[in-house]
T-cell receptor, first 116, second 114 residues
Framework: DVKVTQSSRYLVKRTGEKVFLECVQD?????MFWYRQDPGLGLRLIYF???????EKGDIPEGYSVSREKKERFSLILESASTNQTSMYLC???????????????FGPGTRLTVL | KQEVTQIPAALSVPEGENLVLNCSFTDSAIYNLQWFRQDPGKGLTSLLL?????REQTSGRLNASLDKSSGRSTLYIAASQPGDSATYLCDPTDRGSTLGRLYFGRGTQLTVWP
């Protein structure tokens, strides 16, 4: 069965802390994504990766960085957490599509991060 | 940039009704389109994926249609049940991108009451 896991369901951090959100998929997917979801704004893409050590900026990369050292793991890093980064963070993965697009995206359960 | 609009934003119906959720997108050059459901405080679950060459897909009580040229997709839910209560998201995927990037609308929040 397809599985995307995220390291924490709930996380509370203080302003200025460095925060790591981990995502692991067990489906040998090439593509991995990080989104944040906020009321009234929907899901917004932060970063994505299509291969190990490769990364691309999404729509709102400011204040975030990512790391993909292994195919199955994609980490989102908040270098210095701020209160406006309080949000639900969702990780997803997908196969590289044969036609140049992606296949079905599978989502993790989400991490609700609160920055005080 | 792809813009996705979903109508209605919210829907509240009694159990047993047949429902229509609408999605429109601005760039018709898509690779495929997915419908997701999201339960409160949880991740997204893929319901149906329609390839750009297809007109519709069915799964149980769900049927999704795609009219790529007009930039529209519709999700039909037959004989709705309280367990269908969730937010439904429509998401077209870029053509020409190796990443299958999705563009999310705000979704339709569905409540089915007994």
């Amino acid at each position: 069965d397809v599985k995307v896991t995220q390291s924490s369901r709930y996380l509370v951090k203080r302003t200025g802390e460095k925060v790591f959100l981990e995502c692991v998929q067990d489906m040998d997917h090439e593509n991995m994504f990080w989104y944040r979801q906020d009321p009234g704004l929907g899901l917004r893409l932060i970063y994505f990766s299509y291969d190990v050590k490769m990364k691309e900026k999404g729509d709102i990369p400011e204040g975030y960085s990512v790391s993909r050292e292994k195919k199955e793991r994609f980490s989102l890093i908040l270098e210095s957490a701020s209160t406006n980064q309080t949000s639900m963070y969702l990780c997803a993965s997908s196969l590289l599509g044969s036609g140049g697009g992606g296949d079905t995206q599978y989502f993790g359960p989400g991490t609700r991060l609160t920055v005080l | 940039k792809q813009e996705v609009t979903q109508i209605p934003a919210a829907l509240s119906v009694p159990e047993g009704e047949n429902l229509v959720l609408n999605c429109s997108f601005t760039d018709s050059a898509i690779y495929n389109l997915q419908w997701f459901r999201q339960d409160p405080g949880k991740g997204l679950t893929s319901l149906l994926l329609i390839q750009s060459s297809q007109r519709e897909q069915t799964s149980g009580r769900l049927n999704a249609s795609l009219d790529k040229s007009s930039g529209r997709s519709t999700l039909y839910i037959a004989a709705s049940q309280p367990g269908d209560s969730a937010t439904y998201l429509c998401d077209p995927t870029d053509r020409g991108s190796t990443l299958g990037r999705l563009y999310f609308g705000r979704g339709t929040q569905l409540t089915v009451w007994p």
